[in-house]
């Protein structure tokens, strides 16, 4: 199993960016896949996950609520953060992470996790 984020960088409050998580190893269709953060200092943090595709339900914190948005692509099993009107405390190490079956956004129930990508917001 291996998740691959890319898509992070430097960018100015108020900007966007989008984060691709691209996965291999196993049926995509059947895993739940999630957006996680941790800044310096702090734990990590789910930021938007969604279900298998059987629901391809979607859950976000509230802090990203109708500024960042979690897509699939079945055809290329890569998952997708597309992130607005970003802000200074949205800086952080952003990891991608897979469970089989059902929906979580909870650190500790991921099974499988990729190594992040760096989102800097600032001026």
């Known amino acids: 199993v291996q998740l691959q984020a890319s898509g992070g960088g430097l960018v100015q409050p108020g900007g966007s960016l989008r984060l691709s998580c691209v996965t291999s190893?196993?049926?995509?269709?059947?895993?739940?896949i999630g957006w996680f953060r941790q800044a310096p200092g702090k734990e990590r943090e789910g930021v938007a996950c969604?279900?298998?595709?059987?629901?391809?339900?979607?859950y976000y914190t509230e802090s990203v609520k109708g500024r960042f948005t979690i897509s699939r692509d079945k055809a290329k099993s890569t998952v997708y953060l597309q992130m607005n009107s970003l802000k200074t405390e949205d800086t952080a190490v952003y990891y991608c992470?897979?469970?089989?079956?059902?929906?979580?956004?909870?650190?500790?129930?991921?099974?499988?996790w990729g190594k992040g990508t760096q989102v800097t917001v600032s001026s």
């Open positions: 969604i279900s298998s595709s059987a629901d391809d339900n979607t």
């Open positions: 190893g196993f049926n995509f269709d059947y895993y739940a």
């Open positions: 992470a897979a469970r089989p079956y059902g929906s979580s956004c909870r650190v500790r129930d991921m099974d499988y």
